[in-house]
């Protein structure tokens, strides 16, 4: 990844994650919500987190140090999605919204997710014109929807 998006993708996330507990800090003393939803939050920020790692140690072996070639990944739900480690990232910022239940915290995840649904879809996109052998019922970030 070049550097600058590379920065550009962190300074983004530090952004969200340091206004969310800004707002966090600004909302302390009001009513809490009705519903109680941290430990269904924090079941589903774990899911996304492991999700996540797993999907990102496949991409990390995919490749030798000495081999350059593209290749397309395998195992996981690599068979069912072409980013399924955008899957589970948004899964994790929808355990987070959960958690902190604040309008900021779910326009977060939103944000995020439409940025991630476009970057898997530009993915799909890439693999199939790049691999003749790539299969047409994978999809790009949700199984057998899109």
């Given amino acids: 990844m070049v550097l600058n998006i590379a920065l550009l993708i962190s300074s ?11 707002f966090q800090h600004r909302f302390r003393g009001f009513p809490e919500p009705s519903v109680d939803l941290k430990y269904v939050g924090l079941s589903v920020f774990l899911v996304g987190t492991v ?6 140690y496949l991409l990390c072996k995919l490749r030798d140090k000495n081999d350059s070639r593209y290749k397309i990944p395998r195992g996981g739900l690599f068979g ?10 948004i899964l994790t910022f929808i355990g987070i919204s959960l958690i902190s239940q604040t309008l900021f915290s779910y326009l977060c995840a939103a944000g995020s997710a439409a940025y991630l649904l476009a970057r898997s879809r530009a993915t799909r996109n890439w693999y199939r014109s790049k691999f003749e052998d790539f299969l047409k019922n994978v999809k790009a970030l949700i199984p057998y929807v899109f």
Avoid: K, Q
């Fill in 12 to 22: 983004s996330y530090l952004t969200s994650a340091v206004s969310m507990i800004y």
């Fill in 51 to 56: 999700g996540n790692f797993y999907h990102h």
């Fill in 80 to 89: 069912l999605v072409v980013c399924p480690h955008y899957l589970f990232e």
